[in-house]
């Protein structure tokens, strides 16, 4: 069997949304992921509610890559902590903010070399 390491598993399909998501969420997000608008604006609200819970409970971090001296380099990494996510109607998405910098990574990463993560507080 040939795996190719470059192609990632479809989200949707991921196990622990049969147990974790509803089934009408789940139809809605596979609607989404076939191109139907109407269906994102359906999911939206929900997803931003579930982020939102995620976030409130310090489960979410998230990373800003910072572009390098040139295009074949990145730059630096700043992991901050996720505070809360919105809905945002104007831009049609979900807003994940976040003001706490928990760390920053002189890049590049690399599957070989990837940054530790500090928990120390």
Known sequence: MNHDDTQQADPLDHPELATSLSQPLRDVLRRVDDGDEAARAEALPAVSAIVDAFAALGLIEFAYLAPGADEEEDGPIAW???????????????????????EVFDGP????????????E
């Open 80 to 102: 901050f902590e996720a505070g809360e996510a919105i809905f945002d109607k104007e831009r049609d998405t979900v807003v994940i903010a976040g003001s706490e910098i928990l």
């Open 109 to 120: 990463i690399t599957l070989e070399d990837p940054p530790e993560h500090e928990t120390e």
